[in-house]
């Protein structure tokens, strides 16, 4: 055969694929198009959980307010068996040697149980901007209150000690008949979504005392503000 002819037929002749790189970028390609499809199923199922844990929390959420004034009263009892009833939209205050009794009826415009635990008193109206309590400086109640979402019910704290400074302000503050504050600490029953309500008790009447709210602090999540 002619060297020329020779020549053109080795020219021409095509390389041959190397197979196992060709295996090993289509391998990696389908990792890559796996790896994809992961993170977007992982995302979705993370943004699904959020909101279905979003939707429980709304289902067990409480938010307490003052009842209505046309509120039929709440019936409400101490420890030392006494007794007293509460208007609605009203609060209760009286100072003895021995104890200071405070009372006022609330309502859970929320639809989760409220479940009331914790208290502070302080002196005034307490409105407008301020910082948000310590709920380690509250008192505890002698028991759990409980209020259904969407139903009425109410809270009730006591002064026993009179050595207790706190005894002595709540006590001149009730007999002058001068408006306080009352800070309530609340959750729902899995024992989150704490909640910090600040009640107004203004002077009304003879013998009787308005509550409003001015603040509510969220203490698990931001605020709606």
Same mark, same amino acid.
């Given at each position: 055969?002619?060297?020329? &002819?020779?020549?053109?037929?080795?020219? *021409?002749?095509?390389?041959?694929?190397?197979?196992?790189?060709? @295996?090993?970028?289509?391998?990696?390609?389908?990792?890559?198009? &796996?790896? @994809?499809?992961?993170?977007? %199923?992982?995302?979705?199922?993370?943004?699904?959980?959020? !909101?279905?844990?979003?939707?429980? !929390?709304?289902?067990?959420?409480?938010? !307490?307010?003052? *009842?209505?004034?046309?509120?039929?009263?709440?019936?409400?009892?101490?420890?030392?068996?006494?007794?007293?009833?509460?208007?609605?939209?009203?609060?209760?205050?009286?100072?003895?040697?021995?104890?200071?009794?405070? @009372?006022?009826?609330?309502?859970?415009? #929320? %639809?989760?149980?409220?479940? &009331?635990?914790?208290?502070?008193?302080?002196?005034?109206?307490?409105?407008?901007?301020?910082?948000?309590?310590?709920?380690?400086?509250?008192?505890? !109640?002698?028991?759990?209150?409980?209020? @259904?979402?969407?139903?009425?019910?109410?809270?009730? #704290?006591?002064?026993?000690?009179?050595?207790?400074?706190?005894?002595?302000?709540?006590?001149?503050?009730?007999?002058?008949?001068?408006?306080?504050?009352?800070?309530?600490?609340?959750?729902?029953?899995?024992?989150?979504?704490?909640?910090?309500?600040?009640?107004?008790?203004?002077?009304?009447?003879?013998?009787?005392?308005?509550?409003?709210?001015?603040?509510?602090?969220?203490?698990?999540?931001?605020?709606?503000?």
């Amino acid at each position: 055969m002619p060297r020329r &002819l020779i020549g053109l037929c080795v020219g *021409s002749r095509r390389p041959v694929p190397n197979w196992d790189t060709l @295996a090993q970028l289509a391998t990696a390609a389908g990792t890559l198009v &796996l790896a @994809a499809a992961t993170f977007a %199923s992982v995302r979705a199922g993370g943004r699904s959980t959020r !909101l279905a844990e979003q939707s429980l !929390l709304a289902q067990l959420q409480p938010l !307490l307010l003052p *009842s209505r004034l046309e509120d039929p009263p709440e019936k409400v009892g101490f420890s030392d068996d006494r007794w007293i009833r509460v208007g609605g939209g009203r609060g209760y205050a009286e100072a003895t040697d021995q104890a200071i009794y405070l @009372a006022m009826a609330v309502r859970n415009v #929320g %639809s989760g149980v409220a479940v &009331l635990n914790r208290w502070r008193l302080y002196p005034g109206r307490m409105q407008g901007e301020s910082d948000r309590p310590d709920p380690r400086e509250f008192r505890r !109640l002698t028991r759990d209150l409980y209020i @259904a979402g969407g139903d009425r019910g109410f809270w009730q #704290g006591t002064f026993r000690d009179p050595s207790d400074p706190a005894f002595a302000e709540a006590a001149d503050l009730v007999r002058r008949r001068e408006s306080f504050s009352i800070d309530v600490l609340y959750g729902d029953t899995e024992g989150a979504q704490h909640i910090v309500t600040r009640f107004v008790l203004i002077p009304g009447g003879e013998d009787a005392w308005i509550v409003s709210v001015s603040r509510h602090w969220n203490l698990d999540r931001p605020n709606p503000r």
